[in-house]
């Protein structure tokens, strides 16, 4: 039997980000009652995304689909982001400023005709009353449930461990899939990542420096571990307020060394007794294991230390 | 170690990683408030302090430090936590 109760409520799933979630999306992807919603808050923004007032259905389809400048800017410099998924033919057509948010990423992800969901999810959209912004995300992931045959939502946005508090003042009710990786090998990868400089650039600076000039910006490997540190503090600070069985861990190298147990654990968490082995099957197909993915090697460097932080966090939150 | 030496190691980290200087940090300085600290500050905070005097605090220092409300509350936090590692040393 599907917890019913359990399914109806929102599910989050968060981590630092480079932490293994994007891998976990594409599974969700091939869940049959689940729908895999993803990078809808990156590309909308985040908090900006999350926190505010009440709006109408019709500001809320164009909040969807009109970039704010920071998407420009960052997509603009480089739309081939290997997290952007919109079609080689939209990305030659159009600039940046032109590709609605939404079709980036999240929509494209869920696959099918792009453009025909985009005009049913605005009919739906405008028909709505409108609410908070959380009443207008809900509404259209269930719209989207809907329209793909899925019962319930999963969202799994990049980094959005960092912003936890923004979602659990939202979805006072969600559960949460928090995803983590080994400290030193996500600040490493983040490090590569135009997005993670970017941020990283900016804590560093604590000003809303320009894209351009964060991603010019030299910044030591260490600065990623601190980064990394200080959003699984506070992330993990955040979870601990959340009901302990609403709360799943999933350590991203058990994820791709051990696929089936730990899917057969999320599959409890999301949907309780309900069994889904072929969906585990098909979803360890997904795991690809890139060469910056693997361990850093042990030994104290300035890395570690700033790792060390989060990593002391991670034990204690393991060790229950 | 001493509790002032402690607290200079401290306030020469903050100043320098908040870009204010030694002598605009007050005990009663609100930390996120009046000197922007947050927990990427306090991480960097905490290797500072370190490489400053020389020693490696015990994991886990980071977490008790984040919550602190001004710089007395956290220099007295620090300083807690350089006595129990000292407590726990001697108790090896």
């Known amino acids: ?320 | 170690m001493t509790p002032e030496r402690i607290r200079r190691a401290l306030v020469e980290s903050l100043a320098e990683l908040t870009h204010h200087s030694v002598s605009g940090i007050s005990d009663g300085a609100r930390l996120v408030e009046d000197l922007g600290v947050d927990s990427m500050i306090v991480v960097n905070l905490v290797m500072a302090i370190e490489d400053r005097l020389g020693v490696r605090l015990p994991e886990g220092s980071e977490s008790s430090l984040v919550d602190a409300k001004t710089v007395a509350d956290l220099t007295e936090r620090l300083v807690g936590v350089f006595r129990a590692a000292a407590s726990y040393g001697s108790s090896q």
Not at chain 1, 173 to 195: E, L, Q, T
């Open chain 1, 1 to 320: 039997m599907i917890d019913e109760r359990a399914a109806r409520r929102p599910i989050l799933a968060v981590g630092t980000g480079r932490c293994g979630s994007t891998l976990f999306s594409a599974m969700m992807r091939l869940h049959p009652r689940i729908l895999s919603v993803s990078e809808w808050f990156t590309v909308l923004g985040e908090r900006r995304a999350i926190e505010g007032g009440r709006t109408t259905g019709d500001a809320f389809w164009k909040f969807l689909t009109v970039p704010s400048l920071d998407v420009i800017e960052f997509f603009g410099r480089d739309l081939r982001t290997p997290e952007v998924l919109v079609s080689e033919e939209w990305r030659s057509r159009a600039g940046a400023e032109s590709i609605p948010p939404i079709a980036l990423i999240p929509l494209t992800h869920l696959g099918g005709d792009v453009r025909r969901i985009m005009r049913e999810l605005r009919d739906h959209l405008l028909a709505f009353e409108g609410g908070t912004l959380r009443d207008c995300h809900d509404a259209a992931f269930a719209f989207l449930a809907r329209r793909y045959g899925k019962q319930s939502w999963i969202e799994r946005s990049g980094g959005s461990l960092a912003y936890i508090d923004a979602l659990r003042g939202a979805w006072g009710n969600a559960r949460y899939i928090h995803i983590y990786r080994d400290g030193p090998s996500c600040a490493r990868s983040m490090s590569k990542h135009p997005y993670f400089r970017v941020r990283v650039a900016r804590a560093l600076a604590r000003t809303p420096m320009p894209i351009r000039a964060c991603l010019e910006a030299t910044i030591p490997v260490e600065q990623y571990g601190a980064y990394w540190s200080a959003v699984i503090l506070r992330g993990l600070r955040a979870l601990r307020e959340v009901p302990r069985e609403d709360v799943l861990h999933v350590r991203y190298e058990e994820l791709v060394t051990e696929p089936v147990p730990v899917l057969r654990r999320v599959q409890r968490f999301l949907e309780g007794g309900v069994h889904a082995e072929e969906w585990i099957l098909q979803a360890i197909e997904c795991i690809r294991i890139p060469a910056h993915c693997r361990a850093v090697p042990a030994g104290e460097t300035r890395l570690t230390r700033a790792c060390r932080a989060g990593m002391t966090e991670l034990a204690n939150a393991e060790a229950g």
